[in-house]
């Protein structure tokens, strides 16, 4: 009989996903050496050599390392969901529960949606992990998270579920001589500089934009960062282009902005939920999942002005 603890499993897990002890050992919580001596037992345990150590580039999974990797996540959520039975059995669905979400999107959409699960559900410890899509993507195909709220993507071995449409909007100063079009084209704004939201899929989605409308798209400035772009532009250094149009019209640094419909044709970007379905769903993301159906519709999304 093998003699191996989940807690050892799972630190081999944490480090076979961050590469390295150091990293492995944040995110645990826990001092480097226990990763060091949980990986050093199931190597012996299992008489395999799980990983190989370089110097200063951190560690790389053997072949036998990465068999082991996606076994010991499978064993690792199957533990997880005898916990949540014997919970769900006890009172009601709890257990952990991790939901990534697009950066644009987090501030304005999960704190309402969060509220109100947590609520509904008090007993499910819920981590929110706010990025770009792409690496949500990534997340999802590592187990690191077990749905995302995010726009659509084009990735075959993932799956989508859209909950609701948003339009794009043109952003301006309120006090912006256009600001108080009712429709905006991009051809309108050629001699204005644009600011672009440059993250990954998003650029590629605005580019597009311009493509369509046969229209040059030369960012005289750019940010990651959603907030960044909207102060920006309250300041009047510019225009930018956004699906996410927040209830409050006004930027961190206390601008007022103006968000102007887009006038070209272009559909409108599907919001929804990105899943694994490699990934057997837990019954606290099963929850969450339904909780956002139920909450998230095209005429109304939390945090967000009515269309």
């Not at 110097?55 to 082991?68: F, P, V």
């Not at 697009?102 to 706010?130: C, K, N, Q, Y």
Request: hydrophobic share 50%; with cysteine.
């Amino acid at each position: 009989m093998s003699r191996f603890t989940l807690k050892q499993l799972g630190y081999f897990v944490a480090a076979g996903e961050a590469g390295s002890i150091t990293l492995a050992a944040e995110r645990v919580h826990i001092s480097q050496p226990s990763i060091s001596a949980a990986i050093a037992a199931l190597e012996a345990e299992f008489g395999v050599q799980l990983f190989v150590r370089h110097h200063a580039q951190g560690l790389s999974l053997t072949a036998a390392g990465e068999r082991l990797l996606m076994a010991g996540r499978d064993l690792l959520r199957a533990a997880d969901d005898l916990g949540d039975l014997a919970r769900d059995i006890a009172d009601g669905i709890a257990g952990p529960l991790r939901v990534g979400a697009f950066r644009t999107l987090s501030s304005l959409v999960l704190p309402e949606l969060v509220a109100g699960f947590a609520a509904a559900h008090p007993r499910i410890d819920l981590s929110m992990i706010e990025h770009d899509e792409a690496d949500l993507a990534t997340r999802l195909r590592r187990g690191e998270i077990d749905l995302a709220l995010s726009y659509a993507q084009k990735a075959d071995d993932l799956a989508f579920e859209p909950l609701a449409l948003l339009p794009t909007y043109i952003v301006l100063g309120a006090d912006h001589a256009l600001a108080t079009r009712s429709r905006l084209a991009l051809a309108d704004l050629v001699a204005v500089p644009f600011i672009l939201l440059d993250m990954p899929i998003s650029r590629d989605y605005f580019r597009s934009l311009f493509e369509t409308a046969g229209v040059p798209m030369r960012p005289a400035a750019r940010s990651d960062q959603p907030e960044t772009i909207r102060s920006m532009v309250g300041s009047g250094l510019g225009w930018s282009l956004m699906t996410a149009r927040p209830a409050s019209r006004v930027a961190a640094n206390g601008r007022p902005l103006a968000y102007v419909p887009l006038a070209d044709d272009v559909p409108p970007i599907a919001l929804g939920l990105l899943t694994n379905p490699v990934l057997r769903q837990t019954r606290a993301a099963a929850a969450f999942a339904e909780f956002c159906r139920t909450r998230m519709t095209t005429a109304h999304l939390p945090g967000m002005a009515r269309v």
